[in-house]
């Protein structure tokens, strides 16, 4: 089909089903730890202006396995930035130097600026509490993996709903499926209201009371955003932790999922636990971004 080919991948909003199949079938033919030439003579700009670990790392490694080559900013304090030069300039250069762009900041919107702004395809990494469109990629792929479907599954997204882009992408990606979407969060860390609204004319959505994890075949945990409060005061109110204990409220055959870095809702005890699927998760961003390069880059 060609969906990905130059594509910018900003959001997931309207990517059809048929497109995440394509990524996702193709990141199951990935061997992550085979070299190969596909992308021999492609040079990528890895723009993270915002922390990051496994995004930042999988695409650098998902390029390099697939035999391009990696530029990369992982600080705006060591480019023009910090003398005051705007964003649009600085893409304007890198796309001078480049074949693609994957691009993590902290404002809501700069993946769109960049797009904007460069003739060559521009990946968002992240901007912002907004978007995180390739996290929901892996997710899907994930799990696909696991369940050999996703139609006909019930989803819990817990923590922070308001800030976490992840979960973001991931509902808009699943509206296109037979799914049930459900939230439970701190009242003022709910779903973003346009959001939810979005997604219930596509698919079942309903908002619990309590972390009932007792019908969900996927729990998907995240973060409390920390850097995205003004008042860290505010932030400290809504920590919350799922344990070895909590896991017996959970089916047997459920799945335990987080985009990480966790930092305290996951208590370790719990990962050695066959539900505890978030290492898979994290290692199948190689594969899902050596698919997706590919995609973008060659079609
Ligand atoms: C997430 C992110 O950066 O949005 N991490 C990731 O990319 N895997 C989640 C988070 O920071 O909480």
Known sequence: MGYWKNKDILSMRGVPREAIDEVIDE??????????RVLEGKLIATLFFEASTRTRLSFQTA????GGKVLSVSDSKSTSMEKGETLHDTIKLVAACADAIVIRHP???????????????????GDGANQHPTQALLDLFTVKQRFGKIDGLSFLFIGDLKYGR???????????YDVELCFYSPPALRMPIALLGELREKTRVRELDTMDLSAADVV??????????????EYAKYSYEINAES????????????????????????????RALYFVQEANGVPVRMALLKQILIG
């Open 63 to 66: 390029c390099r396995r697939l």
């Open 220 to 233: 998907y945990a995240t973060r409390i955003q920390r850097e995205r409060f003004a008042d860290p005061a």
């Open 107 to 125: 404002k809501e919107g700069s993946a769109r600026l960049a797009a904007e702004t460069a003739d060559i395809p521009v990946i968002n990494a």
């Open 166 to 176: 992840t979960v973001h992408s991931l509902c808009q990606a699943l509206s296109n």
């Open 27 to 36: 990141a199951a033919r990935m061997d992550a730890r085979a070299n190969s």
């Open 247 to 274: 896991l017996k409220r959970m089916k047997p055959d459920a799945v335990l999922m987080h985009p990480f870095p966790r930092v305290g809702e996951i208590n370790t005890d719990v990962d050695k636990d066959a």
